[in-house]
């Protein structure tokens, strides 16, 4: 009975709010996100960071919102208004950016105010919550580079692949000057627009060139997903054996063709010393599946929240064909082994503290970073760039 | 009786159909479309381009499908199957990308199978239909440009503007070379990426400049939206005079900011002979609105299904500050004033007859193309591109 009537007051306080709101009255403290399309009034967040969301649907029965973790992972029911318009506050979220979607009588949807991005492998709502004190990612009056979008013909998969690749704010003007290239890669269920759209890494590298803190390089976004012609189409499973399959079309992209084209179509310097890889979570796996077998083509590695689970480093002697037995050797070739994950995504941090430890064990040297407050998602990704490309060709 | 009993077969043949296809036999002649997301089943697109859409909403009262001209502008009922997809068949749709939403239980719907496109003034699911025997639009064996994400700071708005930029294929090589331009607007409700996302504007670009029939170009395409710092936001109605009021801001910034940006940060000849402007709908009415008023800037001009209407040319002898009252002078300093449309957008049509007749009758010289058999949709301007482009900087 205590329960019923918590639950009866809380629906009655959420009805009092709307009710007030509906008015005019009490969302004076929310303001619309800064990631809303031109002219939307929601979203809207609060000075705490709570996000108040509406959806017009007279005729529906059920309405739910979610999003991701630092968001709200739980499902959080919208009350209907006298007007058709469904509401729900998501109290104080986390900083930075968050996809997030409605399930309307079951459907999801996305937010007709927010702008969509490639996530959860279709396009998905997102929204850029604020972040007081760290503007490390923001677009600041320094010189710019340029996110080109690239097409180039893929002989491997038989399909025309697009690539995004940043040129830095001086390339334009020193048209003799030759860069070194990191290669980056995105998750599981997004593309290669991941890292400029969502991870803001242009304005991220922008700032650091300007701050004199990273040295200006290439950065190649590419799609981290390849199926080989006339091939069934890869697994779409999680497992540590789908993931290592639908990498393996994906190193030969890399070998044969992407970094090729690159060093063909744009001024890198075309060595492994001036070659970096990195990833986040899938493509923290596939930096570590492909790029170790490659010391030929890479000197400095980055896994941000890699998802290096399961057998990869559970006999790392021979993992690789040995690549780290000669510890040595690795440590005089390879000038950077970084890890990183945000504190809120345990099973992340114990990858990172696992790997580095098995590492450790053979005299592999290794660095990691821990982003305090943040999950698996942008905001731990955007400070792993930000920390990593400083360290970068140096 | 007789509307009914054949209302009734239609159901049934409806749901006999879509039975034997949730068996999988009858949807043979259909495969996913080459828009749709990796590894999505629907839509599907039959050898007569009719259109197999599906979704899954299990507890969804009422499912339509609604789309752009050339696909379904009336909205289509869906039909619910016993394992809770929604389906229909969309008759022979026409050429090219057309835009497409669910409404489910009232409420508009991205297809999750495929890709989203700013249009309507939020993110819209698209579908590519086939063309046979046209190809100009797709990526080919050819030279290929990049579109580059260029971001500048715009004191008018007070806001960091995105633009996008192709260069073209020899842009990286040849390192001394200067380039012609042409600002490319997008219509009403779309944005920047809109020209080479919907449009493929880089692909017919490659193409033309790789068969010899354009001259290598540089394309600037920036948002057509644009409100003063501090006033309130720009008036979104259709009328000739909210259009108007909403240019003017917009003209200030090409003239003081995008194109000094533009000159400033490419490879540009910065000279009004090399400089042309085109737009589509409300792009096509803000080519003449800020062209006309700046012959000392622009040379040739498009206007593609030009939102041409109202008074704008009534008295075009004083119309803008008189430019077209010396017919000789204009001629000379104008090299192309063309106009584009759909066969079947008649009222645009009837724009460009209008809009001919009134320069012909002051001496004005033009030159129009019909589109056969598209409406007001990106077939229409993918087309009138590949018409137009190859006239400029000769």
């Known amino acids: 009975m205590k329960r019923f009537l918590t639950f009866a007051c809380l629906i009655l306080t959420v009805g009092f709010v709307f009710s007030q709101m509906a008015s005019g009255q009490s969302d ?3 303001k619309p996100a800064s990631s809303n399309i031109q002219g939307a009034d929601f ?45 729900a506050i998501i109290p104080a979220a986390g900083p930075g950016f968050h996809y997030y979607w409605f399930m309307v009588d079951g459907v999801r949807v996305n937010d007709p105010g927010s702008d969509t991005y490639f996530g959860y492998g279709r396009p998905t709502g997102g929204i850029e919550i604020p972040v007081p004190g760290e503007d490390f990612f923001q677009a600041k009056n320094v010189p710019h580079g340029d996110v080109r979008e690239h097409w180039y013909f893929s002989g491997i998969t038989g399909k025309w692949r ?42 991220i590298i922008d700032n650091l060139i300007a701050g004199k803190k990273a040295v200006p390089m290439i950065v190649v976004m590419d799609n981290g997903y390849a199926t ?25 992209v890399y070998v044969k063709e992407i970094i090729p084209d690159i060093d ?34 890479f000197s400095y590695f980055g896994f941000f929240s890699g998802a290096i689970m ?23 070739k390879v000038k950077l082994m970084w890890f990183g994950a945000g504190s809120g995504e345990t ?44 360290l970068l060709f140096k």
């Not at 017009?56 to 630092?70: E, F, N, R, S, W």
């Not at 006339?230 to 030969?252: N, W």
């Not at 310097?269 to 986040?280: D, F, N, V, Y």
């Not at 930096?287 to 083509?297: A, Q, S």
């Open 228 to 252: 080989a012609r006339d091939a069934p189409a890869a697994p779409a499973g999680f497992s540590m054996k789908d993931l290592s399959k639908a990498a393996e079309t994906l190193e030969q």
């Open 43 to 87: 979203p809207k967040i609060s000075a705490d960071n709570s996000v108040y969301v509406r959806l017009k649907a007279p005729d529906a029965v059920k309405v739910l919102v979610q999003g991701g973790d630092g968001l709200c992972p739980k499902p959080i029911d919208l009350v209907k208004d006298s007007t058709g318009n469904w509401n």
């Open 162 to 203: 697009r690539a995004f690749v940043y040129t830095p704010p001086d390339y334009e003007k020193n048209v003799r000057q030759l860069y070194p290239v990191l290669y980056l890669l995105h998750g599981a269920g997004e593309n290669e627009r991941g890292w400029s759209l969502q991870g803001h890494m242009s304005f």
């Open 264 to 297: 063909l179509s744009y001024r890198t310097i075309p060595k492994r010393e001036s070659r970096a890889m990195a990833g986040l979570s899938m493509g923290g796996l596939q930096t570590m599946l492909i790029g170790m077998n490659h010391l030929e083509l």
């Open 310 to 332: 399961g057998n990869i480093l559970e006999d790392p002697k021979t993992a690789f064909n040995g690549v780290f037995a000669d510890a040595a050797s690795f440590n005089k």
């Open 347 to 390: 099973q992340f941090v114990k990858m990172v503290e696992d790997s580095r430890k098995k590492l450790e064990g053979l005299g592999i040297k290794s660095t990691s970073y821990i982003s305090h407050g943040t999950f698996h998602e942008w905001h731990t990704w955007r400070r792993d760039l930000n920390e990593f490309a400083p």
């Open 28 to 30: 004076a403290g929310f």
